[in-house]
């Protein structure tokens, strides 16, 4: 069953370190784990997805109202990833994913990419698939917008196919410690905080 917000309750939200291999909803679906089995609250939802093959930060709220602002890409909350690609990235590649590249359903608008030495994270569990002679680079790119799979699209348009994904950060809030399945909730006055933060600001 779908879960719904509930409008009496006090609004909640909270952050959550998704693992490899979960579906961003609490009921399984083909097979897939979803996140029932993490201990979260009955009362809350997703705010926006992350694909099962995806990693890291997921918010979820029991608030309609924060919800819509989180996941709506008219509010173009800033969303930052750390990308592992395959193949050693050129500049020239770099360049087309920060001023936008044209995929199947329109241009992606200009984003923010950086490249990284390493991303600090552990090795994921299943490793990701490495080709012998082959190396690897890390990215960080922010996007403020949301289509499906956009950014494994996106390296692949320019040669350049993602191997892991991380979410790091929406908007201001950031995974911080959180290991794997552990999740924490904002309290009272972080989430009030969080209220009056508008996309721009610091």
């Known amino acids: ?63 309609g109202t924060l919800q819509a602002r989180i996941a709506s890409p008219r509010h173009k909350w800033p969303k930052r990833y750390w990308v592992q690609v395959e193949g050693d990235i050129d500049a020239a590649a770099i360049a087309a994913l920060a001023s936008g590249v044209r995929l199947r359903d329109g241009p992606t608008r200009p984003a923010r990419v950086e490249r990284l030495p390493a991303a600090p994270l552990p090795p994921r569990d299943p490793p990701i698939r490495e080709r012998r002679n082959i190396p690897t680079s890390w990215l960080a790119i922010t996007l403020r917008e949301g289509r499906n799979r956009q950014v494994r699209r996106m390296t692949a348009h320019v040669g350049y196919p993602t191997l892991r ?31 009056q933060w508008r996309p721009g600001s610091r």
């Open 1 to 63: 069953m779908r879960r719904r917000p509930t409008p009496s309750a006090a609004a909640r939200l909270l952050l959550l370190h998704k693992p490899w291999g979960l579906l961003s909803q609490f009921t399984s679906e083909g097979g897939h784990p979803a996140l029932d089995g993490l201990g979260l609250p009955a009362d809350v939802y997703a705010a926006g997805r992350l694909d099962r093959d995806s990693e890291g930060l997921l918010l979820l709220t029991n608030d």
């Open 165 to 195: 994904l991380f979410r790091e950060a929406v908007g201001p809030l950031h995974i911080g410690g959180l290991e794997p399945g552990q999740w924490r909730e904002l309290g009272p006055g972080e989430l009030a905080r969080l209220r």
